[in-house]
């Protein structure tokens, strides 16, 4: 299959340097070409496929199209972390982007279920072209300045067909931060005589690598979760277009050829999701590729890999909005030339295949729209029309104690233009609304699956991922509807006191709060029994954990202390209370030894190869944009050299950390042994048991009574080991655990049974001391998501989630599973952050 891809790659690299077999590679057919647009091989001063293209220079040139052109307009509907511009190029005909104002009241009147169109072919359809969502996956946005030029210069009678009848949206870069991170690699390694051994550092980056973004989160995950700037400006935009047909443009493993839709005919279904979507308009546009790919000499395949169950990706979120949604997936070159097992694989060619299906999509699109109009028609309306299998006619939610977690949950759903009422202290969702489907998502869990072997996670419940207790209503007094305005809320104001205030612990931005005191000098101390006492609006219950600050002890003067309480809570919008009294009405009193002194936290992080880029960056996300705290990130090559002494705090994500040697774990332990805190998530809490850092043990599968059974083994097809394996894999799922909520990991919890994420097979045992199992998955834990039998009932259901084992003087804070999960799991990031912020206060008791 790749003797096609050598015959080619081995004159492209010769021949582009020729402008003219440039032209003629890429785009056959497409002559004539308007002379006064410049080509991107005019505009950049080389050839497409010579060398990787910034940002900076993509945005410049379609921004000059759109200057020389009036087939084209461009907007900034965004901009990234590293604040490079996020922009939408949209292409047409002259009088088309004229009335697209018009065009696009019309368009929308197809997802209105209360509009009944029916002209659906008059209207030009709406094409969204995405592309480069993994930053070093960089053929894409190649294509798309060639898609771009194509479009606005050619006069051929297919591209003014396209025009009359589309209107073609161009997302170049979903994620700049990324792409320009891969492409300052890949250009400064690049040799003049093209080096394509896959050995070379040009093909293999340094970590954490351009796939992620700023924080190195896989952007492909967060349609759904919206926790970026790239993607809350995405959804923005496309809540205001709601195109027909997406694109999702990825590249894949070198030795691969070229993968379209359909994927898995059985693991890509989605249960909410119309049959029509996959079973017809898949196969409606499958042939429009296989005809263009055919006619350039490309390999492919279908159907064989891949889903699109998750529906956070872009080829499954759009789906849920009415969308044909379309996977696209290129052998990688990783750099401009590579060897593969069949000859070697060129930047140019990777780039042509991602091109020639953009105008393939836009091809089968114009075809077609009349049914992918009505499509979309008939989407929103089932929308409204149909009842949920439940029978449920609405979500009720709401945290008594936490108004700012609800906050986030609503401002979520919001996002997604999902209808959101408040009646009295409780949140109604109903069901009967255009983003039926997306209700459904947010709130419905499953345990039968059609498939055992998932692509990426199989539990999305995001109400479990705030911790908010919710239930289905057979009918609903909606109240008020809300706004991302009218979300808002306010607390009492807290009033001046000479002698203490009190935060309370249980508000998800209490540690944020309390980091932005302590970094001002104020002092603290940690409730670790519960109290009732009089404050100055009234006698007020506190619970575990709540914040002290006893102005008498300060440094500073009681003015001083008021006005940065008074700045704390106004900046996070956190509960706080004043009092002239130590002495409570019920509990300890605040004069008591059980509150105990909370250091500021002085933390660090290892990073860097072997570990978990995506962990880390959860970390860093959250301590950076939520806590407002700096996190020294310290990298793995260096940590020999690095001083631990500095530091209360060392946080190890998932890895496999086989570059520390016996010294350096020695450093680690002798450190945390000093009353210092180590926290380990998931396959890292697995490295600190094999290597003994610590005394507990891994969960294993009971020996077998039967010695001639234990030494059996069934034979199995060999076809079938990738699916036997992978059943066995858990990809992503929701548990419930049991949480001592009397334990500092657990303050700020009012329900001991917390819903948790694992997408790993870390099992821990539960401790031998009675004291140190602080979350144990409760006897009946399964909430949401896949996982095969053996790994519920033999390893799961007997492990601890979260142990604290004693380490001298000092803790090792084990995570089986990941309390920072995608940045969205706003119910167990204060387990985390209980560790990080009360770690140094945990003194585990001796087990009898």
Not at 306 to 325: K, N, V
């Amino acid at each position: 299959m790749r003797i096609a891809q050598y015959l080619i790659a081995v004159g492209i690299t010769v021949l582009l340097a020729s402008p003219t077999f440039a032209q003629d590679y890429f785009f056959k057919n497409k002559a004539p070409f308007n002379p006064d647009i410049p080509s991107p091989e005019q505009f950049l001063g080389y050839p497409i496929g010579e060398q990787h293209t910034r940002h900076d220079m993509i945005v410049a040139y379609l921004t000059k199209l759109a200057e020389l052109s009036d087939r084209a307009s461009i907007e900034i509907y965004g901009h990234t972390h590293e604040k490079r511009k996020l922009v939408m190029l949209t292409v047409s005909t002259p009088e088309h982007l004229k009335n697209l104002e018009a065009i696009k009241q019309q368009h929308l009147e197809f997802v209105d279920p209360n509009k009944t169109p029916s002209n659906y072919d008059a209207l030009p359809i709406f094409v969204q072209l995405g592309y480069n969502v993994h930053g070093n996956e960089p053929s894409s946005s190649e294509a798309a300045l060639l898609t771009a030029y194509t479009l606005v210069a050619s006069s051929s009678p297919e591209v003014m067909n396209y025009l009359n009848n589309a209107i073609i949206f161009i997302d170049p870069t979903i994620n700049p931060d990324g792409r320009d991170r891969h492409t300052q690699w890949a250009n400064q390694f690049k040799a003049n005589q093209l080096v394509s051994d896959g050995s070379d550092a040009e093909h293999n980056e340094a970590w954490p690598r351009g796939r992620t973004n700023h924080y190195w989160f896989d952007l492909n995950r967060d349609w759904l979760l919206a926790v970026h700037p790239e993607s809350q400006g995405k959804l923005d935009w496309y809540h205001q277009w709601y195109p027909n047909v997406v694109t999702d443009f990825h590249e894949m493993g070198t030795n691969s050829n070229y993968f379209f839709e359909p994927m898995k005919p059985i693991g890509s279904l989605d249960p909410i999701m119309p049959k029509e979507n996959y079973e017809d308009l898949n196969d409606l546009f499958a042939p429009y590729y296989s005809d263009a790919l055919d006619n350039i000499g490309s390999f492919y395949y279908t159907k064989e890999s891949f889903d699109g169950t998750y529906p956070g990706y872009g080829s499954s979120y759009p789906d849920l909005q009415g969308a044909l949604a379309l996977l696209f997936e290129q052998a990688s070159s990783r750099g401009h030339l590579q060897d593969t097992d069949f000859g070697t694989i060129s930047f140019a060619f990777t780039i042509r295949n991602q091109y020639t299906s953009s105008i393939a999509t836009i091809k089968a699109a114009v075809e077609n729209k009349g049914t992918l109009r009505k499509y979309q028609q008939d989407f929103f309306k089932t929308a409204v029309s149909k009842k949920a299998p439940t029978g449920f006619a609405a979500y009720e939610f709401g945290d008594a104690y936490d108004k700012n977690r609800n906050k986030a949950f609503v401002d979520f759903l919001l996002k997604h233009k999902i209808k959101v009422y408040k009646n009295n202290e409780k949140y109604v969702v109903p069901l009967k609304q255009p983003q039926h489907r997306m209700v459904q998502t947010m709130f419905e869990t499953y345990s039968k699956y059609s498939d055992s072997v998932f692509y990426d996670a199989s539990a999305w419940s995001v109400a479990n991922f705030y911790n908010l207790k919710y239930r289905g209503l057979k009918s609903a007094n909606l109240g008020t509807e809300l706004t991302t305005e009218s979300n808002n809320f306010e607390v009492l104001p807290v009033v001046r006191s000479d002698y203490a205030y009190i935060l309370d612990w249980d508000d998800y931005y209490a540690p944020a709060a309390l980091y932005y005191m302590q970094s001002k000098g104020i002092k603290v101390s940690s409730a670790f029994k519960p109290f009732k006492i009089k404050t100055k609006i009234g006698e007020r219950n506190f619970n575990f954990g709540s914040i002290m600050i006893p102005v008498s002890k300060q440094k500073l003067s009681s003015d001083k202390v008021f006005e940065i309480v008074k700045a704390a809570q106004e900046k996070y919008n956190v509960p706080m209370f004043s009092t002239e009294t130590g002495f409570s009405l019920s509990g300890i009193d605040l004069g008591s030894n059980n509150f105990r002194s909370v250091k500021k936290p002085k933390t660090a992080m290892l990073i860097g190869d072997g570990v978990s880029s995506y962990e880390a960056g959860e970390v860093w996300h959250l301590l950076d944009t939520r806590i407002h705290m700096p996190l020294t990130k310290i990298q793995m090559r260096s940590f020999g050299n690095a001083s631990l002494e500095k530091y209360n705090t060392l946080v190890m994500v998932s890895g496999s950390y086989n570059q520390l040697d016996s010294l350096q774990r020695k450093k680690i332990t002798d450190w945390t042994s000093k009353g210092n805190t180590l926290i380990t998530i998931a396959r890292a809490s697995k490295w600190a048991i094999e290597k003994k850092l610590v005394k507990e043990e891994l969960t294993k599968k009971p020996k077998e009574k039967d010695s001639t059974k234990a030494k059996s083994v069934d034979r199995l097809p060999y076809v079938e080991a990738s699916e036997h394996i992978g059943r066995e894999r858990l990809g992503g799922a929701i548990f419930e655990v049991d949480l001592d909520i009397t334990h500092p990991l657990g303050f700020g919890y009012r329900s001991s049974k917390v819903p948790v994420y694992k997408n790993n097979n870390v099992f821990i045992s539960p401790s031998k001391n009675e004291y140190s199992t602080v979350a144990k998955y409760t006897e009946d834990p399964h909430i949401d998501g896949y996982i095969s039998p053996d790994n519920l009932n033999i390893y799961l259901k007997p492990s601890a989630s979260i142990i604290v084992s004693p380490l001298g003087r000092g803790r090792v804070i084990l995570f089986a599973d990941n309390p920072n999960f995608r940045g969205a799991w706003y119910g167990t990031n204060r387990l985390f952050l209980n560790a990080l912020f009360l770690g140094n206060q945990i003194a585990v008791p001796r087990a009898r």
